[in-house]
């Protein structure tokens, strides 16, 4: 298992390197990328010298923080010997006077502005954008609405009219032309979409004849292709419960007018046989109040398939005594102690009542497997940071900056928490190279209200139960030393 992570690690790494880092440094990406790797080539030496040795923490924190520094120093020092740009020349301006607006538009643009809810006190002119600022005397939602619709009034569809908050803590309007956007691209790939559907189907029923026989060769499955049919409880469910997820943000992005690709899966040949699926946003979110209802919606819908194919799938599954050479905090389908997560073993505890002792673990049934991988995955899309589905969740709550803040914080934390989960740090590193900042909405002044606060709240606190292991203390109640009489 160590060596599948440390390879989906490299591929990961492979893609974040080359689309991000490389293209703001001349430093050769494939350095970059060895940099990162370094704390993976260690822990793989480490394997292959002493073998299941435990890596000492105080080792992998050097070697991490060793290898964070080298890369940041290799970025900076390739971005110093990159040529200066040439001087791009400035786009052709919409009037005379060089300005995105002449004088008499200027004027119809204050009159967008009803004083007694957003009093305007200066107009600023940006190669891109035209900036309104001045004091809000409203509120934020009805503020927005009212500037958006006059601007549409007097400018038709020329701008799009985006509300932010200032770096004082002061809302602002930025007017951008719609002609000096990116051009969208296609929305719709059904072609793309079904192969990677089909060719993911193919990879993770093969994972799942993996986990009912184990010791099948290539050759006996050759012979006998039918005996694909046992990997089928754990593929339809897994892919279910991925699908259903990215279907929820899907229907919540078009109900709000946003447009979104269809799901894409990702086909993994080994392993779990898939790296999850993702949806794309083609479009703006219009508030805050949609970005949270498009965040959380994916692990809602995730989580209503989760867990019943998670409780079916342990009342089919075993209880075994844990070896005493295994790990509570491994992900082994085989022997899996409940310990590793907190509501992982409430759920067991429920449906195997004292049958559960403190040395107990559960041979998973495929579709228990795919359950536990549902809950994975939604942990993982629940992490605070950047452009996960935690990341927008903390920003439509807190707002842009506060969300970023919270995401620097979140990643360090898990890095932290890898060292007790051992099955995070492969995510922790992936995490700490994933940029803070997501986009944010047209309007992202308004805040939410209370109950999606709470709400969000409560994801927040769903993300806990399923990565932390089960403390001490609750231990002693949930997993006796014996049969409770």
């Known amino acids: 298992m160590t060596w599948i992570s440390l390879i989906v690690l490299g591929l990961i790494l492979v893609f974040i390197v080359r689309q991000s880092a490389a293209r703001v440094s001349q430093t050769p990406w494939w350095l970059l990328w060895l940099v990162l790797m370094l704390p993976a080539f260690f822990i793989a030496g480490w394997l292959l010298l002493l073998g299941n040795t435990p890596v000492p923490s105080g080792w992998l924190i050097l070697i991490f923080v060793t290898s964070s520094v080298l890369y940041l120093v290799l970025l900076r020092r390739g971005q110093s010997f990159l040529p ?8 052709p301006p919409l009037t005379d006077n060089g300005k995105l607006l002449n004088q008499e538009e200027e004027t119809q643009l204050q009159s967008c502005f009803p004083w007694g809810m957003y009093y305007l006190q200066q107009i600023e002119y940006r190669p891109q954008a035209v900036i309104c600022r001045g004091q809000m005397r ?14 549409a009034q007097r400018f038709g569809d020329r701008f799009l009219v985006m509300f932010q908050m200032g770096l004082s803590n002061k809302p602002f309007f930025a007017l951008i032309p719609r002609d000096r956007l990116p051009q969208p691209q296609q929305l719709f790939r059904p072609g793309l979409s079904l192969g990677l559907l089909a060719l993911t189907f193919l990879t993770t029923t093969v994972a799942g004849l993996a986990l009912v026989a184990p010791d099948l060769t290539a050759a006996e499955l050759r012979l006998n292709p039918s005996l694909l049919w046992q990997g089928l409880p754990y593929s339809l469910s897994l892919l279910l419960i991925l699908g259903i997820h990215e279907l929820g943000h899907f229907a919540t992005a078009w109900y709000y007018g946003v447009k979104a690709t269809l799901p894409y899966f990702i086909p993994l040949p080994f392993a779990m046989g898939t790296l999850g699926a993702f949806i794309q946003m083609r479009s703006p979110v219009p508030h805050r109040r949609a970005l949270f209802d498009i965040s959380i919606a994916g692990p809602i819908a995730g989580l209503i398939v989760t867990l019943p194919i998670l409780v079916w799938g342990l ?23 409940p310990r590793i997560s907190i509501l992982l073993a409430l759920i067991a505890k429920a449906i195997f009542g004292a049958t559960l002792k403190s040395n107990s673990a559960l041979h998973l049934h495929p579709m228990a497997v795919a359950g536990v991988l549902g809950l994975v995955v939604t942990a993982l899309n629940l992490m605070p940071v950047g452009q996960l589905d935690g990341g927008h969740i903390v920003h439509a709550i807190y707002g842009h900056r506060t969300g970023a803040v919270i995401g620097q914080v979140s990643r360090l934390l898990v890095l932290i928490l890898s060292f007790i989960q051992p099955w995070l740090f492969v995510w922790a590193l992936i995490l700490f190279f994933m940029p803070a900042f997501d986009e944010p909405a047209l309007n992202d002044v308004s805040e939410l209200d209370n109950w999606r606060d709470a709400l969000g709240l409560m994801a927040l606190v769903l993300l806990l139960l399923i990565i932390f292991p089960v403390p001490a203390p609750l231990a002693a109640l949930l997993l006796p030393t014996h049969p409770m009489p």
């Open 315 to 337: 009342q089919q599954s075993e209880v075994v005594q844990l070896p005493a050479n295994a790990s509570e905090q491994s992900l082994n389908p085989q022997v899996l102690s």
């Open 84 to 91: 200066a740009a040439p001087p791009t020349p400035p786009p």
């Open 138 to 151: 409203g509120d934020a939602n009805q503020v927005y609405e009212t500037v958006e619709r006059n601007i």
